[in-house]
């Protein structure tokens, strides 16, 4: 257990010694150097769990965090995680040394970069082993955190922080909704753990929550994988580094998503609100991805659009999958298994082919300094590795054979072919919907690779248009993207391999109560002549056909009104709300002092008045009081005339002094009540801040007699009035309301259970030792700020002097 969550946090640990070691390891070699060894080490520990988890094994570690709230680091390597996790590190390791020749060491803030990348890198480790909810979710927001930061890295360019900004908000809004859905599952299910609510799963879809916490979760999973309402974010996070953007959105951020789509499964699968949401959506995106890939012009806000169609199919796939769950075992559910398996396969092709692609685009624009396709063209003669290394990508995600997208793609046609004759949730009507929709959006996807290879790195070769002399990338650079089309070529060779390892097991996760045969899981490039190679055929013809005629319908596309796009639907709907906050806030942030207490006092007595009366909460009960002695009545008489003397006198230093006996008096109080321990603390504080006010007040000039009339306001004296009503109102029903034991009989045992004698002593620095320590570093801080300052000051003063 040790080991495993060692290399699962090892790249939360190396982030904090980087920024440590960074200048001394820039003197000798390339940070990334270092860094390297992180996702290296964990990728070969993981390829260790592979022939157990093949052979049908999983494994449960539990690391102890809060066991009284039963919140403990529970991780669970099946299938499907270790798939994860095997890309999350594998990737990372081409992405890392591609970034050591990407990323210039003179140039670049290398441990601010470093240290973001394995923050994410850990926290989508975490993510994908987490089988505690709550954990997972807090995860799932440091991935959100540590995607802003990379994607804002380079953070002087505008658009660099609207990309980060918009990213944020989407994703994190998202993960507010699923953190409810995971809320709602916890109440239904009694558990935190994913595997106890699989095995509750009677309970938690028979009950009312059990739609709402769907929606939620689904909320969750689209906007973190760019699904259509909330794709909007991707393009404008290619902002980032490349290196950042062939890692968050190839292989990573976009697939968590998919992630949790495929582990919530099991429990949401079956359900026609379920399978519409999951596979409609998905095939919208797919549709919207691919035609507004179209439209781009510029290489990554193309491959960015084509990352939203893709994931938009592998989406559709596991909502067709999870059709297996409703049919049960049999033939039925047989067919909609492959889907799922289906939707594993071509998530792990699109990690290799659109990882290699980002890296081609990063090649092109370091060597270039272009991304614009209308400025290149004619590459190929000078960058013919690079060339090959398109050459492969776009082949495989147009789905051409012989690479590995050819592979998924067909078995994607298969899928929405079975789908459309299902005959169960409206199919029977609206099924031939998704083949027809496949079928178009991938002639679109066609078409936009081969705008990608062709119009890139064919034609005319033009220098002048370039802004740099152009030679064949570095080995370093290349490296990383041959070994991803090295990977495109092999696969497509021996899918089975990829599958029997790898993909199946993740298959059984998914798919826990459904028979798995190996037979139906084969994959081959020849199914014979079917409706799938028809459509394929179709898709080259067609492709080809709209691409020797691009320039005659593209315009139709590009000049589609900008008005009518979610991306100014976003934009208008932040403007219009930053206008509206901005148009209160000048309307209550008056500068008054005055109309500030009438706000926060007109709230806190509308809130709590009118709940203490529509809850019937006012209820006296005066039987448990003590008896009031005349010292009491003495006491309170004397903290009146003390207070008023404060209000009314004529110098400060009679303020001051009233104001102390004020506190003593509270202090004479406690020491009635039995509390001689607070009565001494009150005391010293009453004694230090009179002292401290005396010697402040001493300096300033004394306060002139002068005859003003204080004009009346009703408004104040009604504020007052309720105010006052209000907290006495509160104080007695407070004390009439025993509904639960009182909280004091537990410190009274502080003795036995803080070893302490003293129980406020107890109270502060054990129970309350956290609460305490934080209040200490506030202080410090606040103390470390005000000697800045004045410091600073100083410093200032010392230098006029000297000039």
């Known amino acids: 257990m040790a080991i495993f969550y060692t290399f699962v946090f090892l790249p939360l640990i190396i982030a904090i010694l980087v920024p440590l ?58 299938g499907l995680s270790l798939l994860f996790g095997l890309l999350i590190s594998g990737i990372g390791t081409l992405v890392i040394i591609y970034s050591i020749f990407y990323m210039s060491k003179a140039r ?20 994908v082993f987490s089988d505690h909810l709550l954990v997972l979710y807090g995860f799932w927001e440091l991935t959100s955190v540590s995607s802003f930061l990379l994607i804002s890295y380079w953070y002087e360019r505008k658009s660099s922080r609207q990309g980060a900004l918009k990213a944020l908000l989407i994703t994190v809004l998202g993960g507010f909704g699923m953190l409810a859905g995971f809320i709602m599952l ?32 689904l909320l969750g999973a689209f906007t973190k994988s760019a699904q259509f309402p909330f794709g909007i974010w991707l393009p404008d996070a290619m902002e980032a580094p490349t290196p950042v953007s062939s890692y968050l959105h190839s292989a990573t951020m976009v697939k968590a998503g998919i992630y949790l789509v495929a582990r919530m499964t099991p429990l949401f699968g079956g359900s026609s609100v379920w399978f519409w949401l999951v596979a409609g959506i998905g095939l919208v995106t797919l549709l919207y991805g691919s035609l507004t890939a179209l439209r781009q012009t510029d290489l990554k806000a193309m491959l960015a659009y084509s990352t939203i169609s893709q994931l938009g199919l592998i989406m559709c796939l596991l909502g067709v999958g999870s059709l297996a769950i409703y049919f049960g075992p049999g033939d039925s559910g047989t067919v909609f298994t492959v889907a799922t398996f289906a939707a594993l396969f071509h998530l792990f092709n699109h990690s290799t082919f659109k990882g290699s692609l980002f890296m081609v685009v990063g090649i092109i624009d370091h060597e270039t300094g272009r991304r614009d396709i209308r400025y290149l063209g004619g590459l190929m003669q000078v960058m ?19 690479f590995n997208g050819f592979l998924s793609k067909e078995m994607f046609f298969a899928a929405v072919n079975d789908v459309s004759g299902a005959g169960i949730f409206g199919l029977s009507n609206i099924g031939i919907l998704f083949p027809i929709i496949a079928w178009v959006a991938s002639i679109l996807t066609f078409v936009y690779c081969m705008v990608f290879v062709f119009k890139t790195f064919g034609g005319t070769y033009r220098p002048e248009k370039l802004t740099r002399k152009v030679h064949e990338a570095p080995w370093g650079m290349l490296f990383s993207p041959a070994v991803l089309g090295l990977l495109v070529i092999l696969i497509f060779f021996f899918p089975n391999v990829l599958g029997k390892y790898i993909l199946t097991p993740a298959l059984t996760a998914i798919l826990p ?180 006010f005396l010697l402040c007040f001493y300096h ?28 006495t109102l509160l104080g007695l029903s407070a004390n009439g309301h025993k509904l639960f034991e009182p909280i004091s009989l537990f410190f009274e045992n502080a003795y036995e259970l803080a070893g302490a004698k003293n129980i406020v002593n107890a109270i502060l620095v054990d129970f309350r030792g956290f609460d305490t320590m934080l209040e200490i570093s506030v202080l410090a801080i606040a103390g470390l ?16 002097e000297n000039e």
């Open 21 to 78: 070691l960074y200048k001394y390891l820039n003197r000798f070699v390339h940070t990334g150097w270092f860094v390297l060894l992180v996702p290296l080490s964990i990728f070969v520990y993981l390829l260790r769990y592979i022939p157990d988890v093949a052979s049908g094994n999983t494994y449960k570690y539990t690391l102890s965090w809060i066991p009284s709230l039963d919140m403990n680091m529970t991780s669970y390597v099946d």
């Open 108 to 127: 670049e803030a290398l441990h601010s970069f470093y240290v973001y990348l394995l923050m994410f890198m850990g926290a989508m480790l975490g993510l």
């Open 186 to 217: 916890i109440m239904m299910a009694d558990t935190y753990s994913i595997r106890e609510m699989i095995a509750n799963l009677e309970a938690i879809q028979s009950h009312a929550l059990f739609i709402p916490a769907m929606l939620c979760v």
């Open 384 to 402: 013919p590795i690079t060339f090959t290394i398109a050459v492969i990508g776009g082949f495989s995600m147009a789905g051409l054979p012989p």
């Open 513 to 692: 109560t459904i028979p798995i045969s190996p037979y139906d899981l084969k994959i081959s490039a020849w199914h014979e002549l079917n409706m799938e190679l028809v459509m394929t055929i179709g898709v080259i013809v067609v492709g080809i056909l709209l691409f020797k005629t691009k320039k005659r319908w593209i315009q139709v596309l590009r000049n589609y009104t900008q008005g009518l796009t979610l991306n100014q639907l976003y934009n208008q709907g932040l403007a219009g709300t930053e206008k509206l906050s901005a148009s209160l806030t000048n309307r209550y942030m008056t500068g008054s002092l005055r109309h500030y207490l009438i706000y926060i006092f007109s709230f806190f007595v509308i809130v709590l008045l009118s709940s203490l009366l529509l809850l019937h909460g006012i209820q006296f009960d005066f039987s448990n009081n003590a008896v009031i002695s005349i010292f009491d009545a003495g006491l309170v008489l004397a903290m009146v005339i003390a207070a008023l003397t404060v209000l009314l006198a004529g110098n400060r230093i009679m303020a001051i002094v009233a104001l102390g006996a004020l506190g003593y008096m509270v202090s004479m109080f406690f020491v009635i009540f039995r509390a001689p321990d607070l009565a001494l603390t009150q005391m010293v504080v009453e004694t230090v801040t009179t002292v401290l």
């Open 700 to 727: 300033l000039p004394k306060l002139k007699k002068r005859i003003e009339r204080i004009p009346f306001k009703l408004t104040n004296l009604m504020i007052s009035i309720a105010m006052g009503l209000t907290v």
């Open 785 to 800: 700020g005000v000697y800045i300052l004045v410091h600073q000051r100083s410093k200032r003063r010392e230098q006029h």
